[in-house]
Nanobody, 126 residues
Framework: QVQLAESGGGVVRPGDSLSLSCAVS????????MAWFRQAPGKEREFVAH????????YYGDSMKGRFTISRDNTKNTLILQMTSLKPDDTAVYYC???????????????????WGQGTQVTVSE
């Protein structure tokens, strides 16, 4: 059984940094296409970042480029999202997602991922 568990969320001020982790069990992160999504109240789930299983190439949502970094810690079987220069618009529940298949062009589509965590709340506020 594959399980994903996010951690690291919290309340921070604009301009602060925060690092999220997603511990994976039942599947090897190194062989999985993995991503972060987020969902703010009253909004649809939004693509944040993706890391390919075959070559570690990374992709980001437009508003995250240059501020967020997705990576894997293979020794801990964990997915990481490092966030800097946080803004109030970054406030959302952040979800970790994984797929056992190679996702080619639809990496921003949430239904392409079979496995999801429960989410961790990130609040950016004065």
């Amino acid at each position: 059984q594959v399980q994903l568990a996010e951690s690291g969320g919290g309340v921070v001020r604009p301009g602060d940094s925060l690092s999220l982790s997603c511990a994976v069990s039942g599947r090897t992160v190194r062989r999985s296409a993995m991503a972060w999504f987020r969902q703010a109240p009253g909004k649809e789930r939004e693509f944040v970042a993706h890391i390919r299983s075959v070559n570690d190439y990374t992709y980001y949502g437009d508003s995250m480029k240059g501020r967020f970094t997705i990576s894997r810690d293979n020794t801990k079987n964990t997915l990481i999202l490092q966030m800097t220069s946080l803004k109030p618009d970054d406030t959302a529940v952040y979800y970790c997602a994984a797929s056992g298949h190679v996702i080619l062009s639809a990496i921003r589509t949430s239904r392409m991922y079979e496995y999801w965590g429960q989410g961790t709340q990130v609040t950016v506020s004065e």
